[in-house]
């Protein structure tokens, strides 16, 4: 992805963003916000949410990273909405 992210853009932040989410500290992020801040050529700050394998935010972050890195994230699945907790009807 060379173009700059937009709010709601889904991606996936790992080493190839930068070397700091490198391995186990890979993610999936929910862009909210795109800094217009200078920096250096070809980097960019996002602020967004870190998702888990549900798709649920854990946390709030504030990344610095390369565009040439990101790569869009496939949807995660959303999770099962029963009126019984999760439980198949009775």
Known sequence: M???PSPSD???IDGHASVQ???DRAMTFRVASVSDQPTYQGW???TGYVLNR???ATAKREIFV????LRP????AAPARGGQGGRGAR
């Open 44 to 46: 960019v700050w996002l």
């Open 21 to 23: 989410f490198a391995g």
């Open 54 to 56: 549900r798709g649920d």
């Open 66 to 69: 390369q565009l040439a890195g």
């Open 2 to 4: 060379t173009r700059r």
């Open 10 to 12: 889904l991606l996936v």
């Open 73 to 76: 994230s496939p949807v995660p």
